[in-house]
């Protein structure tokens, strides 16, 4: 029952509604940790990690850890993007690097560029020592690209 709470919480993401994106991701949590369905957690921790980065940027930063520890299958590469995307904001490229890196090959683990996942991008606006405004963030969110050889999709991560 958790990853609908989490596909609703990211639907009021990408709407700009961040309080309800944070009260559909913590019940999220609520309901997906007594059970440990991992599916549910990971998603809720990557969400919350989203939506907090402006305000709570080291606790965003833990849930993103989590999400990436966790190692769900379908949700790895999102928690990947995640991770990557605080490291290369804090300044830290190889890190950020790394993960995209990791991202990749978890999305397409042939090695094949030509493969039906294709390669993963992270676009980010220019690096500051601390997080921008909220904007900043949601406009860096927005650029996390996944695109393929044939179509080139924006996902709002």
């Known amino acids: 029952l958790a990853w609908p709470l989490c596909g609703l919480g990211d639907l009021h993401r990408t709407r700009g509604q961040l309080m309800r994106a944070q009260a559909a991701y913590e019940e999220a949590l609520i309901l997906a940790e007594p059970c440990h369905d991992v599916f549910g957690l990971s998603s809720a921790l990557i969400g919350l990690a989203r939506i907090t980065a402006a305000d709570d940027p080291k606790g965003a930063r833990a849930r993103a850890d989590q999400a990436v520890e966790l190692g769900e299958g379908v949700r790895k590469v999102p928690a990947l993007l995640t991770r990557g995307w605080f490291e290369l904001m804090n300044g830290d ?9 990791r991202g990749t090959l978890e999305a397409c683990p042939t090695g094949s560029r030509k493969s039906a996942s294709g390669p993963l991008k992270i676009n980010c606006p220019p690096l500051s020592p601390r997080p921008g405004p909220l904007s900043t963030w949601l406009t860096a969110e927005r650029t996390l690209a996944f695109s393929s050889s044939s179509t080139r999709r924006v996902w709002p991560l």
């Not at 490229?93 to 890196?101: G, K, M, P, T, Y």
């Open 93 to 101: 490229r190889q890190d950020a690097r790394e993960d995209a890196s």
